[in-house]
């Protein structure tokens, strides 16, 4: 039998905060796998020639390259240390794509000599880095070239990236694009399967894709007819929405799929275009709901009008209600099923971090249960972009990250020490 406290993975989630630590990650990964099961159910075995990348920098350590691995997904990273990561667990190397817009000669370098299975293209200069330590490694580098839509998605500005004029990608007009395509099918070295975009992220309207992939595919039928270039491949990234009530589950994938390849299928044909193999790079949707973080309750501070409670992180494992204006909920774990407590008065709360700014909160406007100093909170849906952005902000230690499942629980990732925060710092 369960006792009343919140359980995660079914797990205890005081006794995780007694052994591990606050504040805490826990992932349930059983949530993980079957985001993962669904996506290879409704997208991969739904519709021939697909393929998932999940993106890293929603929520990567070794435990999760493996994970994703053991689920049969390739892994999009974006820098020397997400590659270098996936390598060091031996991630299948051409399951691997590199992405990012400002790639230096060793994240090239390093993508190219371990045989990475594309490189997305984000800049001109990149197609004669790629091409130099191609022919040095002896290998044709297989690449994408990103383009930016020219769509903005419905979310935050700076979770937007397919808008004309973004720093991502080549634009839809101009020959800076024709040019690179034209080089590249000239190139021995090179090997161009296709084209690349991402459009945004926390995307919950299917129009932000099918609007960008009209724009695609007659960018395709144009680069057909006046370059003869077949886009064999096409990478339409990520972006899959994920909510923040824990009472609702986020949109089927295929929710997006279905209608995303309806979309592909019908306009290739009315212009008479080959279906190309879809590449998708969902990050967030795959991890957020699986991750929740436990903070220990500090102090309570009860001012006329609000109410402040004070947790033991903040801003600094989470930065993105500071950042996106984010908004989670949390509940005590000790009652979480207790009844909201009422302050008289009607009294606004704040759950804040222990951050020096005035931004560092976590909830604004909490609903919850009662609290006092040393309980536990948790905060639901921060599964994704929380540890892979947490700081050392105020020389906070990043919290431990711990796996569970079926009532098991494993530490995928330690807390920093004070030592680790000591270290590589010079006395000079
Ligand atoms: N592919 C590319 C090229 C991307 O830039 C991104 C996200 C993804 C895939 C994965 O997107 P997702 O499925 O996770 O939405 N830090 C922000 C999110 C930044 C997303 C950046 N790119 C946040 O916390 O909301």
């Not at 020389?395 to 004070?418: D, H, I, M, T, Y």
Request: glycine share 10%; net charge negative.
């Amino acid at each position: 039998m369960q006792n009343q406290n919140l359980h995660w993975g079914g797990v205890d989630c005081l006794e995780l905060a007694n052994k591990f630590g606050t504040p805490l990650y826990v992932y349930d990964t059983g949530i993980i796998k079957a985001r993962c099961r669904e996506l290879r159910e409704t997208f991969l075995e739904r519709w021939e020639n697909t393929r998932v990348r999940y993106a890293g920098k929603a929520f990567l350590t070794r435990s999760m390259a493996k994970l994703i691995e053991r689920e049969g997904l390739g892994l999009d990273v974006v820098s020397f240390g997400e590659l270098n990561l996936a390598l060091s667990v031996n991630f299948p190397h051409e399951k691997i794509e590199m992405n990012g817009n400002a790639k230096s000669h060793e994240e090239i370098a390093l993508s190219v000599k371990s045989g990475v299975g594309r490189i997305i293209v984000d800049h001109p200069d990149e197609l004669q880095i790629i091409e130099h330590y191609a022919k040095e490694s002896g290998k044709i580098q297989k690449i994408f070239i990103r383009v930016a839509p020219g769509v903005d998605a419905h979310t935050h500005a700076y979770i937007a990236t397919g808008q004309t004029g973004s720093k991502f990608g080549f634009p839809l007009e101009g020959r800076m694009l024709p040019e690179a395509i034209t080089y590249a099918m000239k190139s021995e070295f090179l090997d161009i399967r296709g084209l690349h975009f991402h459009v945004g992220s926390q995307i919950f309207d299917t129009d932000d894709y099918t609007k960008s992939l009209e724009k695609i595919l007659e960018l395709m039928k144009t680069l057909k007819d006046s370059l003869g270039f077949t886009t064999h491949e096409l990478n339409i990234g990520g972006g899959f929405g994920a909510v923040i009530n824990p009472a609702i589950k986020s949109m089927k994938s295929e929710f997006y799929t279905d209608v995303i390849m309806k979309k592909l299928h019908e306009s290739c044909k009315s212009l008479g275009l080959e279906v190309p193999r879809i590449i998708l790079e969902p990050g967030r949707w795959i991890v957020s709901e699986a991750g929740i973080t436990i903070y220990r309750v500090e102090n309570i501070k009860e001012l006329p009008g609000i109410t402040y409670i004070a947790v033991n992180g903040g801003m600094a494992d989470n930065p993105r209600v500071a950042l996106y204006n984010a908004e989670y909920n949390a509940v005590s774990v000790s009652n979480p099923e207790g009844a909201i407590y009422n302050r008289e008065g009607n009294t606004h709360v704040s759950i804040v971090g222990k951050c020096c700014e005035s931004g560092d909160v976590l909830i604004e406007g909490a609903k919850i249960q009662k609290l006092q100093a040393g309980d536990l909170i948790a905060l639901y849906n921060t599964g994704a972009y929380t540890f892979s952005m947490a700081s050392n902000y105020n020389c906070l230690a990043r919290p431990a990250v711990v796996f569970v499942e079926n009532g098991e629980a494993k530490l995928a990732v330690e807390r920093q020490s004070p030592e680790d925060l000591l270290r590589g710092d010079l006395l000079v």
